[in-house]
């Protein structure tokens, strides 16, 4: 069996969104991205900044309640079901609660080929594109740098502080069967 999910866990600013238009460029076949931000951006206004969804507090601190869980839960099985119907997937997380994250996630992808892989880069690196992007709560790229591959499993590590997203999407590329 082919790779079918590639999961790119990094903490916010660590380049996985570069990766996976890079990875989009120079794999053969079709592959699709999606993120955890595409789910962010579409949760209802009651479910942004409340005790139930997502909030993101003032020095970068992303808490999530119950509300969230359910909607991400049908949302990874979907995802989960495009990947079972013929669709390539490049999946794009930040794992908050590292292994219990990864967990989560491998549990929706069950049967699934995946590729897992962690995105790195330097806590001042994610924070100086963090800055730069302006669109991110000042504090959240450092925190989630390095908290969000605590004990994290995966089949590849890039390093975006060292090597540029095509060099990264070229190496992950190289994984792939």
Not at 29 to 55: E, M
Not at 61 to 67: M, P, R, Y
Not at 68 to 79: D, L, N, T
Request: glycine content about 12%; charged content about 20%.
């Amino acid at each position: 069996m082919s790779t079918q999910v590639i999961v790119l866990n990094g903490g916010s600013s660590s380049g996985k969104t570069g990766i996976a238009r890079c990875l989009k460029a120079v794999l053969p076949r079709p592959w699709i991205s999606l993120g955890v931000d595409d789910l962010v951006d579409a949760l209802p206004p009651g479910l942004l900044d409340s005790g139930s969804g997502i909030a993101f507090g003032s020095g970068g601190e992303v808490e999530v309640g119950a509300g969230f869980r359910e909607i991400e839960a049908a949302w990874m099985a979907g995802i989960a079901a495009m990947a079972r119907a013929g669709a390539r997937i490049i999946f794009d997380d930040v794992f908050l609660s590292g292994a219990t994250s990864q967990a989560r996630v491998r549990s929706q992808l069950a049967g699934l080929e995946v590729l897992w892989v962690g995105v790195r880069c330097a806590p001042e690196i994610a924070a100086g594109r963090e800055l730069a992007r302006g669109d991110r709560t000042n504090g959240m790229a450092e925190s989630q740098a390095i908290s969000v591959h605590e004990g994290v499993v995966y089949d590849l590590q890039v390093d975006t502080g060292i090597t540029e997203s095509i060099d990264c999407a070229r190496a992950i590329a190289a994984h792939l069967h």
